[in-house]
């Protein structure tokens, strides 16, 4: 595999979890905490891969897909997380294109 992946979740072991997991798998992780912490890096890189959760403080997980899709630009998409409601699913379907939706807990070898 390889290239550069973005992880961004709020739960601090499951970042850890994610960030160890995709390094494992030769990718460049850049492992972040919050929206904000995207905000924060001035040159945006595309990504390979962005490995997000839709649960964050402060802000509705459709907004945060809206804001977070207007920033970076990616080829993979995918959301971890445990908000494993079919019509949210289905709601950020309809704002970008997911190549994978896993609720929590994942099984991280059934990440393709």
């Not at 460049?28 to 990504?47: N, R, T």
């Not at 649960?55 to 970076?72: A, C």
């Not at 949210?88 to 929590?104: S, V």
Request: aromatic content about 8%; glycine content about 6%.
């Amino acid at each position: 595999m390889g290239g550069k992946a973005l992880v961004i979740q709020e739960n601090r072991v499951m970042n850890r979890i994610l960030e160890r997991h995709f390094l494992s798998k030769g990718y460049q992780c850049l492992a972040l905490h919050s929206l904000d912490a995207v905000k924060g890096i001035i040159a945006h890189p595309k990504y390979d891969l962005v490995v997000t959760d839709l649960l964050f403080q402060g802000i509705r997980s459709v907004d945060y897909i809206v804001e977070l899709t207007s920033l970076i630009q990616y080829q993979r998409f995918v959301v971890v997380t445990s908000l494993g409601q079919e019509r949210m699913k289905r709601q950020i379907m309809k704002l970008t294109k997911l190549d994978g939706y896993y609720d929590f807990p994942v099984d991280l070898d059934s990440m393709n």
